[in-house]
């Protein structure tokens, strides 16, 4: 049972995009909490909820691919 390189390449790339995004996301809807008086509080609450969906896609999305390219012929 041989590993496709390739596709795990690919997976790596999934987990290291979601790496960063696992950081930012939480600290943005922090820093969104901490200044509730802004006008632009529901704009960054809104844009750290969508950081931490996309890591959570992505982490998926890149364990999906490394176990395909383990498992699948």
């Known amino acids: ?14 987990l290291a995009g979601a790496l960063p995004l696992l950081f930012i996301g ?10 509730q008086q ?8 809104g844009i750290g909820i ?3 969906l996309a890591a959570m ?3 998926f999305k890149g364990l999906k691919t ?3 390219s383990l498992f699948n012929d």
């Open 1 to 14: 049972m041989a590993t496709n390189k390739d596709l795990l390449a690919k997976g790596i790339k999934y």
């Open 26 to 35: 939480p600290s943005i809807i922090y820093n969104a909490f901490m200044n």
């Open 57 to 59: 896609y992505l982490m």
């Open 38 to 45: 802004n006008v632009w509080h529901y704009l960054v609450l």
């Open 50 to 52: 969508i950081a931490c």
């Open 66 to 68: 490394i176990t395909n």
